[in-house]
């Protein structure tokens, strides 16, 4: 109650639609307030999109040692590993009818997308990051990737 004696919501609707729309427009994920007596508590998705490739994860470590039997690119002489940057799930192609970024045998540049790395309902272009020909693909179409697993060997240019 305010002094006057007329009842005041603190987190009336109008109040809890800006806050929401802070939230929104700031990329926030969470926010916790209080008043007095007063708590209010809200969250956005973007939370629990995170959650699930923990629970993922036992899946891809279960592969890990069938990935490592197959070589080690880091020790191929003359070969450049494009390694996953982040925590996702890796994305060969940009939608399932589209053909791959790219498939052995194919020539890359710097700046050519190689796959798309999905964390957090971002979808993140990948880049060679060198110039040469694609030698290995070492990750599978929607295989968690962790950070720095090898996704792909190139042979650079001479």
């Not at 690119?73 to 590993?81: L, S, V, Y």
């Not at 790395?117 to 693909?137: L, Q, R």
């Amino acid at each position: 109650m305010s002094k006057g004696g007329k009842p005041k919501d603190v987190f009336d609707v109008e109040r809890i639609r800006q806050i929401i729309q802070l939230m929104e427009e700031h990329d926030l994920s969470e926010v916790d307030l209080q008043q007095g007596d007063e708590k209010i508590k809200l969250g956005r998705g973007a939370k629990n999109v995170y959650s699930p490739p923990p629970v993922a994860a036992p899946a891809y470590a279960a592969s890990a040692p069938a990935a490592a039997a197959g070589g080690s690119p880091p020790e191929d002489a003359g070969t450049f590993t494009i390694n996953a940057p982040m925590v996702g799930t890796f994305y060969s192609k940009a939608t399932p009818e589209s053909p791959s970024f790219v498939k052995v045998g194919d020539h890359v540049g710097p700046d050519t997308v190689v796959c798309i790395v999905e964390a957090m309902k971002v979808f993140n272009e990948i880049p060679a990051e060198c110039s040469g020909t694609i030698v290995a693909v070492l990750a599978s179409d929607q295989e968690p990737v962790d950070f720095g697993k090898p996704m792909f060997r190139v042979k650079p240019d001479a």
